[in-house]
């Protein structure tokens, strides 16, 4: 145990990249500020943050290492021991923790060392110290200003004080962009068809299938609009969704990002300089509902319904025409047969005398 814990051996184990800590509440400060600490679910960040007081208590100052069994702190915290090997896992991933020596039961203790007890894992408390570079700069995209330093001096008019204030800079996210950008960056082929709607094809799991569906399109949605890169997927998905329930579709979307429902477009200086995406979108999207919340009918529903509306006067008219035409041949066929008719000069001018001769007294002539 004591040349598991001696600085040689401790620092074998580090990895190449990163330090031991100097201190428990400087490797406590940096588990709080890691990135991934804000992209976890709320319970696994509590079941992480439970872990890490245990080690904060439980670790050796001298030599900056936790000894101890998974057992021991699953009892400790009241989890299971799947819990707390999946929190020793994560800080391993985001190297906070380093393996000094792995834990050996007693069934696998050789008889040589006359020990008859387990031997618990030693972690070393190491953090970081590659300092993350800076976002790419995507070279195929115009990047959206942050700042209205860009915008002309007319453009600050059309603000308000009622208008929603920009969101201040934090670690979430920054994460939460980084998360985007990697997920848009493993994208090989549209996520989502621009004109399809989101409605899942096959009724088993209806609602994990629109949950993934309404997913794919938003990341194909901030994909087609930069603006929206900023913001989470997750975002993305709450404001669009009552329009995908509608059966609108990505190009729907974006075509309300820039036009109004009155088929005015939006200028330029509205979009650049925006600091507060998410209230952009929701301002955008909402001048597309009506009173009550509902969504309007999109552009693409709008096409759709005045085509079907053109096919079905045109098959009415075709019906009428084809109604006409049978009466028309059904006639002659129960009529009495007669001569051949006289053609229309010809009894015009006999009706014309025959309206004389009534005038004149004389009996009328046969037409």
């Not at 999946?86 to 923790?97: P, Q, T």
């Not at 930069?226 to 990505?250: D, M």
């Amino acid at each position: 145990m004591e040349h598991e814990q001696s600085k040689a051996v401790v620092l074998r184990a580090v990895p190449k990249g990163c330090q031991l800590a100097k201190h428990v509440a400087a490797w406590r400060r940096a588990v709080l500020e890691h990135p991934s600490l804000e992209l976890i679910r709320a319970d696994a960040r509590a079941n992480l943050l439970a872990v890490v007081e245990i080690i904060c208590c439980q670790q050796n100052p001298a030599s900056r290492t936790w000894r101890t069994t998974w057992d021991w702190v699953a009892a400790k915290i009241d989890r299971s021991r799947s819990t707390v090997a999946r929190v020793i896992r994560h800080l391993r991933e985001c190297g906070l923790l380093a393996v000094v020596a792995t834990g050996r039961s007693a069934a696998r203790t050789p008889r040589s060392t006359g020990r008859t007890q387990g031997e618990a894992p030693v972690y070393a408390l190491i953090h970081n110290t590659v300092q993350p570079a800076g976002e790419p700069v995507e070279l195929t995209d115009t990047p959206v200003p942050t700042k209205w330093e860009s915008l002309s001096p007319h453009a600050r008019e059309e603000l308000s004080p009622k208008d929603a204030a920009s969101p201040r800079p934090t670690r979430k996210r920054a994460a939460q962009r980084r998360e985007v950008v990697a997920a848009l960056s493993r994208r090989t082929a549209p996520l989502w068809p621009r004109h399809a709607t989101t409605e899942p094809l096959t009724r088993r799991g209806i609602r994990r299938a629109r949950k993934e569906t309404q997913r794919a399109a938003a990341l194909e949605l901030q994909h087609e609009a930069i603006v929206l890169r900023q913001l989470t997927t997750a975002h993305v998905v709450s404001v669009c969704k009552p329009f995908f329930e509608a059966g609108w579709t990505i190009a729907d979307v974006l075509t309300a990002l820039d036009w109004t429902p009155q088929g005015t477009r939006y200028g330029f200086l509205t979009v650049a300089g925006i600091e507060n995406p998410g209230a952009w979108l929701t301002a955008r999207m909402r001048a597309w509902t009506h009173p009550d919340g509902t969504p309007l009918r999109s552009r693409d529903q709008r096409v759709a319904a005045e085509a079907a509306q053109r096919r079905a006067a045109a098959r009415a008219a075709a019906e009428r025409y084809a109604a006409r035409t049978a009466a028309a041949e059904a006639v002659p066929a129960s009529a009495p047969a007669s001569g051949p008719r006289r053609p229309f000069r010809q009894r015009w001018a006999a009706q014309i005398a025959a309206g004389q001769n009534e005038a004149a007294g004389a009996p009328a002539s046969a037409p």
